[in-house]
């Protein structure tokens, strides 16, 4: 099985920077694609950044060029560095992976989500 634990979520001001941290465990073979999703109160949960392969990454119109994915592919870890927040950008933030397992099975698995609040 393949898991994935999230963490860095916390309240912080408008203009403050947060970092999340996404580590996938288990029975891994390689991860092709992991990625930051968020969902707000009362809506869906949508996009905010992806990595394929350690180098390619998608990002959405309202997050460039404030946050910046990253990947430590010996650690099977992903990272969203957020700066410049905003209140709009309080949800709870999930993290993605897809990829293949020891046994040559793709998976795609979901974190817990963790909370990011941007308040003053």
């Known amino acids: 099985q393949v898991q994935l634990v999230e963490s860095g979520g916390n309240l912080v001001q408008p203009g403050e920077s947060l970092r999340l941290s996404c580590v996938a465990s288990?029975?891994?073979?390689?991860?092709?694609?992991m990625g930051w999703y968020r969902q707000a109160a009362g809506k869906e949960r949508e996009l905010v950044a992806t990595m394929i392969s350690g180098s390619s990454t998608n990002y959405a119109d309202s997050v460039k060029g404030r946050f910046t994915i990253s990947r430590d592919n010996a650690e099977n870890t992903v990272y969203l560095q957020m700066n410049s927040l905003k209140p709009e950008d309080t949800a709870v933030y999930y993290c993605?992976?897809?990829?293949?397992?020891?046994?040559?099975?793709?998976?795609?698995?979901w974190g817990q989500g963790t909370r990011v609040t941007v308040s003053s």
């Open positions: 288990g029975s891994i073979f390689s991860i092709r694609r």
């Open positions: 993605n992976a897809y990829g293949l397992m020891s046994n040559y099975r793709y998976f795609e698995r």
